[in-house]
């Protein structure tokens, strides 16, 4: 439960405002208070575009709609937190 595929297990995310590194299924920044998408989202969002990917055998052109929209939506998010952590990694001087 809760593991994420591939980036080798990596459980931490960091802020796509301030690009602090934030605690597991943070909803808030606790630094900048920005909203964070987090784990616990992508995570249903993966879930989600999985199941539809299943059903897609039958799929309407609004589950289509639905599903372009989650896949764009997880990888837009996906993008961000890519982005972030370079970012985070530049900051900490590695
Ligand atoms: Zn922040």
Redesign the pocket.
């Known amino acids: 439960m809760g593991s994420i595929e591939g980036e080798g297990g990596e459980r931490m995310f960091y ?6 590194a ?1 605690d597991d299924g943070m909803t808030f ?6 909203k ?1 998408p987090g784990l616990q989202l992508i995570n249903r969002l993966r879930s989600e575009a999985r199941r539809l990917r299943q059903s897609g055998e039958e799929s309407t052109t609004a589950a289509t709609n639905i599903q372009q929209e989650t896949m764009s939506t997880l990888a837009r998010l996906e993008k961000m937190r890519q982005e972030v952590d370079e970012a985070a990694q530049h900051r900490s001087g590695r």
């Open positions: 802020c796509t405002n301030c690009g602090e934030q920044c606790r630094f900048c208070g920005e964070q």
